[in-house]
């Protein structure tokens, strides 16, 4: 019989937990985005771009992180693998909590390429492209959030031994592969927004 306790519930309802876990997640950044939670105090101008910055960091520690598990678990030294991944899934959480604060206290940038900078005379098609990164990497972090919880909740719930006859394994390749990609693509369009080219409020 399944214990009381809440890890004891999340071991039993995996799905039932990410589930939720999922719902949560999905309604703080909806309501970040429409302004319809206020819980971050307002941000300067300044701070919002020391947010991207931190951003930025944050997600290649995190895209590090969940590299380093995947070696690991290769490897099958479990024991690594389990903090290597605990770290990415922490790292991650504070992507989310700046990110948020910085929507729903300050102000998203939208890119702007201006006369002289690298391929200039090919805005269109190089702005296109940003978009397109952009979009594939929004799309893999709202996707990948399910996938990830339920790798993570299987993982802390049970032995090794145990997770041998879960679909841990599987979910966690489908995590690991759609958060690098996101990761990745995240970290990209940081420096072609920040670095490469302008940008301005929106």
Same mark, same amino acid.
């Given at each position: 019989?399944?214990?009381?306790?809440?890890?004891?519930?999340?071991?039993?309802?995996?799905?039932?937990?990410?589930?939720?876990?999922?719902?949560?997640?999905?309604?703080?950044?909806?309501?970040?985005?429409?302004?319809?939670?206020?819980?971050?105090?307002?941000?300067?101008?300044?701070?919002?771009?020391?947010?991207?910055?931190?951003?930025?960091?944050?997600?290649?520690?995190?895209?590090?992180?969940?590299?380093?598990?995947?070696?690991?678990?290769?490897?099958?030294?479990?024991?690594?693998?389990?903090?290597?991944?605990?770290?990415?899934?922490?790292?991650?959480?504070?992507?989310?909590?700046?990110?948020?604060?910085?929507?729903?206290?300050?102000?998203?940038?939208?890119?702007?390429?201006?006369?002289?900078?690298?391929?200039?005379?090919?805005?269109?098609?190089?702005?296109? &492209?940003?978009?397109?990164?952009? +979009? @594939?990497?929004?799309?893999?972090?709202? #996707?990948?959030?399910? %996938? =990830?919880? $339920?790798?993570?909740?299987?993982?802390?719930?049970?032995?090794?031994?145990?997770?041998?006859?879960?679909?841990? &394994?599987?979910?966690?390749?489908? +995590? @690991?592969?759609?958060?690098?990609?996101? #990761?990745?693509?995240? %970290? =990209?369009? $940081?420096?072609?927004?920040?670095?490469?080219?302008?940008?301005?409020?929106?």
């Amino acid at each position: 019989m399944a214990s009381a306790t809440a890890p004891g519930y999340a071991k039993a309802h995996p799905r039932r937990v990410t589930a939720v876990l999922s719902v949560v997640g999905y309604a703080l950044v909806i309501g970040a985005f429409e302004g319809l939670i206020p819980l971050f105090p307002e941000l300067s101008r300044e701070t919002v771009i020391l947010f991207s910055d931190l951003i930025a960091v944050v997600n290649s520690l995190a895209l590090t992180s969940l590299l380093v598990g995947w070696w690991f678990i290769r490897r099958d030294d479990v024991r690594r693998h389990r903090a290597a991944m605990l770290v990415a899934f922490a790292l991650i959480c504070a992507f989310l909590v700046l990110y948020l604060w910085k929507v729903g206290g300050g102000f998203e940038k939208a890119i702007e390429i201006r006369e002289g900078q690298f391929l200039a005379a090919y805005a269109g098609v190089v702005e296109l &492209a940003y978009l397109a990164m952009l +979009a @594939v990497h929004i799309l893999l972090s709202v #996707l990948a959030v399910p %996938v =990830v919880l $339920y790798a993570v909740v299987l993982g802390l719930t049970h032995t090794p031994e145990e997770l041998r006859q879960t679909s841990h &394994a599987r979910y966690g390749r489908v +995590a @690991v592969a759609s958060w690098s990609l996101s #990761l990745f693509l995240g %970290v =990209v369009t $940081y420096w072609l927004l920040n670095h490469v080219y302008a940008w301005v409020p929106r």
